[in-house]
């Protein structure tokens, strides 16, 4: 959205956002405000960070419940290692998914949530210890070989059926994936055996361990040269469209949506469950926050430190470098 705010070509909406006033809560706004002004509402949010776990791969290694601690964490990854069990399937052939899911959960754990927004203020740096230490823990994945050994040759999609198929005891992908996983999963005893979890709390990180990385999605913008009775329109338009009943329909259909309305009663649980899970707040997703040029760099340096050739020091000053290029 920020390249049309800059190129003066959206209309703020401010004017009627009385309309969803005890409906949308001021963080799910934000995200389409600039410069205190509103220039859309949105109809969903995804969270990118969600970590399902097969029970009894873990109940297998003495885990009957999903570590709090990260410390706690690594010790059940090396157990389920040492047990000839992959620890965490992921796929990052296509360079984002690391980018977005994990090192959006992982970053905000050791930086907190308002640490990217002040490196894009200038304010803070990537090469600030707390950042060099969430690199840190993408290396401690990569000594005891948690990851599948193809990380950087296997796609997202293969990523989830590597997971279905048992291969690997954890994986981390979006809150989307949960139709595919469970909601929608004709085998019923596998998708109650699949449980979910947020990247656990890092000792002595600044972020909220109960926090988990989200984005809010669709919302329509409006072209600014719009007047009269089309201006009226458009604002029609958008009151019909991001009704309370557009929320409920979609909470129906499985989608976590950012609004407060009351929850149907025929919701599916496991949406109920995720609810729960990511009540607590949303974290920042990288991609969704930094410049481009930027995200390429961390895509890039993820899987030269998943290749064990460079170290979380090299990729977070390249990162910096980046970022005081855009500045010049």
Do not use: C
């Amino acid at each position: 959205m920020d390249p049309f705010i800059a190129a003066d070509v959206l209309m703020p909406i401010d004017e009627i956002m009385g309309t969803w006033k005890g409906l949308l809560p001021e963080q799910a706004l934000a995200g389409y405000k600039v410069n205190g002004k509103q220039y859309a509402v949105p109809a969903k949010r995804t969270f990118v960070d969600i970590i399902y776990y097969h029970k009894d791969m873990l109940a297998k290694v003495g885990y009957n419940e999903f570590p709090g601690k990260y410390a706690d964490f690594l010790k059940m990854m090396k157990k389920l290692k040492e047990s000839g069990v992959t620890p965490m399937a992921m796929g990052n052939k296509n360079r984002w998914p690391m980018e977005s899911t994990f090192m959006s959960a992982v970053e905000d754990r050791l930086t907190g949530s308002d640490f990217l927004l002040k490196v894009n203020k200038g304010e803070a740096k990537f090469t600030d210890p707390s950042y060099v230490k969430s690199l840190e823990v993408l290396n401690d994945f990569v000594k005891i070989d948690a990851f599948n050994a193809d990380i950087n040759t296997m796609d997202e999609v293969q990523q989830q059926d590597y997971f279905l198929q048992k291969k690997a005891a954890m994986t981390m992908t979006s809150s989307t994936i949960d139709a595919k996983f469970r909601v929608a999963n004709s085998d019923k005893a596998a998708a109650e055996n699949i449980g979910i979890a947020l990247f656990p709390a890092v000792e002595g990180g600044k972020g909220d361990p109960t926090a988990s990385a989200g984005a809010i999605q669709y919302g329509i913008g409006l072209n600014k040269e719009l007047s009269g009775a089309k201006k009226e329109a458009a604002f029609k338009f958008l009151k019909f469209f991001y009704a309370p009943e557009l929320y409920q329909d979609l909470l129906k259909q499985g989608i976590i949506v950012p609004a407060n309305v009351e929850i149907p009663a025929d919701v599916n649980p496991y949406l109920k469950e995720i609810m729960q899970l990511t009540k607590n707040g949303s974290a920042l997703v990288f991609d969704g926050t930094m410049h481009t040029t930027v995200k390429d760099v961390l895509m890039n340096g993820i899987q030269a430190i998943t290749t064990k050739q460079k170290t979380a020091e090299q990729v977070a000053k390249e990162m910096q470098d980046a970022v005081d290029k855009l500045g010049k």
